[in-house]
Every structure is written in C-alpha cells, then in structure tokens.
C-alpha cells in the first residue's frame, strides 16, 4: 500500500501571508513528486513537479523535498485569493507494473482571505 | 492545442443501470489513464493504457467496470450496473511516454 498523507485541512490565511502545505509519503522508493491544485468543480492541475532532495522555485510557488523524511512540502508566497483552492500531493513509485502511476493525497484545502 | 476531452460532463443514472464514458487524450499522448475521485479525496487509479494495452488495471472492479481503448486513441469506460457507491467523478488524463498527466474535465456521475 503506497500512502500519501496530507492534513485535510482547512488552511486559511489572509492575503500575503506564507501558505504551507505538507505531505508525507509511506514509499521510500518514490521517485517523483507533484503538485496539483483543484478548483472547486474542476479537474486537478499540475503546478510543480520536483524529483530531487531540496528546494526548487517557480514564481511565488516553492516546493520542498527531503527523501530521507519523506516529506515534501509547497509553499505559496504572497497568497492571493485566487489561490483558494485544493491542493492535491502526488507521488509515483519506484518503477515495475506501478510505472507512472500516481498516488495521491486527499488534498489541502486552502483559503485566501482578503 | 486541445487538452484531454471527456464526454459527458454530467450523467445522473437510477442504480443497475448502465453508463458509458468516452475520453479523447491530447494528440500524441501514448499513455492514458482513468481515475475516480470520490468527493473529499484525491485521485486513484482505475486503469492505465499504454497504447492500446492495458498495463495496469489492478485497481478496476472487473465484475462491473471494464474499459478499452481502441486503436491507442480514444478511450471507453463502462459500468454496468451502477451502484449508488459508484456516484463520483471519473477523470480521464494522458502523458507522453509516463510524463506530466494532464487531466480531462471529468464526468461527475450521480447514481440514484
């Protein structure tokens, strides 16, 4: 059973503020690591994607990955109201039969307040 | 360029009926995927494509669910019958070769 673990929340902050959201992930073997955010009603979005140990940026989105703790985190810089969303933490496996599978988290809820 | 185009949107069905969903993947996109997303959790995998081969479908209840994908294209799956548990959204996503999965709008089925 390969388990990705994210509080379901809700996170809310007000605008401008640090967003922080985390996830653990049971399969020390995972290789790769995304990021998805979901719209109300919509389908999930890839919003950042990082495979090695450390940080890695891409505008007010950073995420953050240690292997050895198996945890991966995103952090969202000057939150915007539009950021208002759920965020969904995906991890795939090592590799064999469950090769580009994505597990994914239950999601974070996130709330932006003016 | 087009993203993964799934049809219908929206079915509302009486339990024991059937119900189809239909999936157009992103244009060169060999890798297709179904998943089911029940309201309040993430995604999972019902099955994954690889062309026309279905690699892993390990996740499908067989006895109710089945699903092809004719040609390495487009993409069918089926439910019959219908359960009231069977209510959720079935999304369709494609990749080039296991890469980014980008996902369809999604078919939210309502079973009464």
């Known amino acids: 059973q390969k388990e990705v673990e994210q509080n379901s929340g809700p996170l809310s902050v007000p605008e401008g503020a640090i967003a922080s959201l985390n996830c653990t992930y049971s399969?020390?073997?995972?290789?790769?690591f995304f990021w998805y955010r979901q719209y109300s009603g919509k389908s999930p979005e890839l919003i950042m994607s990082?495979?090695?140990?450390g940080d890695k940026e891409d505008g007010r989105f950073t995420a953050q990955l240690n292997k050895a703790s198996q945890y991966v985190s995103l952090l969202i810089r000057d939150s915007q109201p539009s950021d208002s969303a759920t965020y969904l933490c995906?991890?795939?496996?090592?590799?064999?039969?469950?090769?580009?599978?994505?597990?994914f988290g239950r999601g974070t809820q996130l709330t932006v307040w003016p | 360029e087009a993203g993964v185009v799934q049809s219908p949107r929206y079915k509302i069905i009486e339990k024991k009926q059937p119900v189809a969903f239909w999936c157009n993947p992103i244009s060169g996109h060999n890798t297709l995927y179904w998943y089911r997303q029940n309201l309040g959790q993430g995604p999972e995998l019902l099955i994954r494509y690889e062309n026309e081969e279905a690699v892993d479908d390990s996740q499908l209840p067989k006895d109710r669910f089945s699903a092809e994908r004719l040609k390495g294209v487009d993409s069918t799956l089926k439910i019959q019958p219908a359960e009231l548990g069977d209510s959720a959204v079935y999304l369709c996503?494609?990749?080039?070769?296991?890469?980014?999965?980008?996902f369809g709008e999604g078919s939210w089925l309502t079973v009464v």
């Open positions: 995906a991890v795939t496996p090592r590799g064999g039969s469950t090769l580009g599978r994505l597990y």
């Open positions: 990082i495979y090695s140990n």
């Open positions: 996503a494609s990749s080039f070769r296991g890469n980014t999965i980008y």
């Open positions: 399969d020390r073997g995972s290789q790769s």
